[in-house]
């Protein structure tokens, strides 16, 4: 097999969102269009509902439904496409996150009536952090929104990108009449209510064709105007720097009447990026190596509480990974192998033999596998990117059973191995501090702790409102600022020194009055003794 073949026909991609601006009818249009899925609902969404929030079995079904769909894949064209999705609920921003390390570039949804939301900066923040190529696609033409000039201006002041209109939409609303393809040169009209798949393009190679006048009526001049204050205002799209990502280009559409999505992918996979490189602790590894690699940077639990086993997605970095071969397991200095390793075509899940760079396999877990563990084919090299970020919200868990304090020690481990929520202990574990970013984490943890492990317990509310991860040059220096803050500092699940802050201004005074401990933001950091330096701790001299 020829390994360059599959890197360079691969593009794997995140679609993120601000809920429900139109991620998961996007999601069913592209696969839509790779045959992946016949009709349309096949695809269910991968959200927690703001409706759900305390509706335990909703979560759960939800929780179900976003396995199936956290990876699809397709073809197109002869290229196979890895979609990633992540939850646009804020409460599982830590998910979302996480997956946005296994990508190579992302897809932006804007609703146009809501414009930049919350959650979209946030996201996009990610993606700056990380150097993703994005491409924004504006949805939901066939209602009032707002225009669409304003909508551009948005994206770049909010977001902090540059864009590059590709399509241009003619009308909205009720007066949506469609969109014209800049860079073709061609005509889509819109006919509402109609969900195509194929389009009927008609070829306008210059707009001051009275053929416009024609097809769109009054609305031709208003396009013709676009135009060219488009041409004016943005510079033509270099696609280097939409792969460096300073620029995004911009589609407009209605996901839900399947119009302008073809534009949009036939453009990704001309532009988006191939597998790209990931960075290790030692060195950059290159998707083209010979040498199989990979990391974990999602785990799944099974629904089924009588089965433990849980499923961890990996994605390929280097190599081929293959079934029944064993590979190195870093973290545990021993060699691991797969029986039963799948790929997520979508709609069904099929055993894989082999899987390249860019893909993602689902491998059954029995604990051994954590989020950001390295597979290799041996060498000893750790990935770097995917950190734990601070929570926000601290929670003491409490068992309400004391026959079953086994079970819910077992159960808080498992589940944030999965990542559900960080977990800190004090008091040589006798003190059990949850960490999340949203209410809602909390929630899915105690419902699961008493329903998955039979564990009753109850969380309640701590004064913490940042973690900080701490380390020092000097062990003597670290050792007795633990020592005289015992309420104050935890231990993470590695064991390593958390700093539990009260307030921004604790924090900060802490980090004045402590000028030789480091205080840091994510639990990846570099060590001082590596003589690096860490963009993301703080300490004053
Ligand atoms: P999300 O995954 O980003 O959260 O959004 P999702 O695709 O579930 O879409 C949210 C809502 O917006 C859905 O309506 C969906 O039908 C609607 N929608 C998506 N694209 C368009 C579009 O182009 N035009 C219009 N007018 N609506 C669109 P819902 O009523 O919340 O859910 P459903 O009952 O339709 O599933």
Redesign the pocket.
């Known amino acids: 097999m020829d390994i360059a073949h599959e890197i360079s026909r691969r593009r794997t991609f995140g679609i993120i969102?601000?809920?429900?601006?139109?991620?998961?009818?996007?999601?069913?249009k592209l696969l839509l269009f790779g045959g992946s899925i016949r009709s349309a609902g096949a695809v269910k969404?991968?959200?927690i509902r703001k409706t759900a929030a305390s509706d335990f079995m909703e979560i759960e079904k939800q929780r179900g439904i976003s396995v199936a769909t956290s990876v699809m894949s397709f073809e197109y064209r002869g290229q196979l496409i890895n979609i990633l999705d992540t939850p646009?609920h804020r409460d599982f921003a830590e998910d979302t996150y996480r997956t946005l390390t296994a990508v190579d570039s992302v897809i932006l949804?804007v609703d146009s009536v809501k414009g930049v939301e919350e959650q979209t900066e946030r996201l996009m923040e990610v993606c700056r952090m990380r150097n993703t190529p994005v491409i924004i696609f504006i949805?939901?033409?066939?209602?009032e929104g707002r225009p669409s000039f304003e909508l551009l201006d948005e994206i770049e002041e909010k977001l902090q990108i540059a864009v590059r209109p590709l399509t241009w939409p003619i009308g909205m609303g009720r007066g949506f009449r469609g969109v014209y393809n800049l860079r073709e040169q061609n005509l889509y009209l819109f006919q509402a209510g109609k969900t195509v798949v194929e389009n009927d393009r008609i070829l306008v190679e210059r707009l001051d064709d009275p053929m416009l006048e024609n097809l769109l009526g009054s609305a031709a001049d208003q396009l013709r105007e676009d135009v060219e204050l488009i041409d004016g205002v943005y510079e033509p799209l270099d696609e280097a720097e939409y792969r460096g990502a300073n620029v995004a280009p911009v589609f407009f559409?209605?996901?839900?009447?399947n119009?302008g999505v073809r534009e949009l992918l036939e453009t990704f996979v001309r532009l988006a990026p191939t597998p790209t490189p990931r960075d290790s602790d030692l060195r950059t590894v290159q998707p083209s190596e010979a040498k199989f690699s990979g990391f974990v940077f999602k785990i799944h639990a099974n629904l089924d509480p009588r089965h433990r086993d849980r499923i961890a997605f990996l994605r390929v970095c280097s190599g081929v990974f293959r079934k029944d071969v064993a590979f190195h397991h870093v973290r545990q200095g021993r060699s691991i192998r797969f029986s039963r390793p799948y790929s997520f075509m979508a709609e069904r899940k099929a055993v894989v033999d082999e899987a390249y760079p860019g893909d993602v396999v689902g491998l059954y877990d029995r604990g051994d596998l954590k989020i950001g563990d390295t597979l290799t084919e041996g060498e000893n090299l750790v990935f770097r990117g995917i950190p734990s970020f601070a929570p926000e919200i601290f929670k003491e868990l409490v068992s309400t059973d004391p026959m079953r304090s086994k079970q819910l020690d077992k159960g808080i481990q498992q589940l944030t191995e999965e990542g559900v929520a960080q977990l800190f202990i004090q008091d040589r574990g006798r003190r059990k501090i949850v960490g999340a970013v949203g209410e809602l984490q909390f929630e899915v943890i105690q419902y699961r702790l008493t329903n998955e492990y039979g564990a009753a317990c109850r969380l309640e509310p701590l004064p913490y409102a940042r973690a900080c991860w701490l380390t020092s040059d000097d062990p003597k220096v670290l050792a007795e600022f633990m020592r005289y803050r015992d309420r104050q500092v935890a231990y993470d699940r590695d064991r390593r020194p958390v700093y539990l802050a009260e307030s921004e201004w604790m924090l900060r005074s802490m980090i004045r009055d402590n000028a030789k401990v480091m205080f840091h933001f994510t639990s990846e950091f570099k060590t001082a003794s590596s003589g690096e330096t860490d963009e993301d701790s703080a300490s004053v001299a």
């Not at 969102?17 to 069913?28: C, F, M, N, V, Y």
Request: avoid cysteine; glycine fraction near 10%.
């Open positions: 969102s601000h809920p429900d601006a139109g991620k998961t009818t996007l999601t069913e969404s991968n959200k646009g949804v949805n939901k033409l066939d209602r559409g209605s996901a839900l009447n119009f």
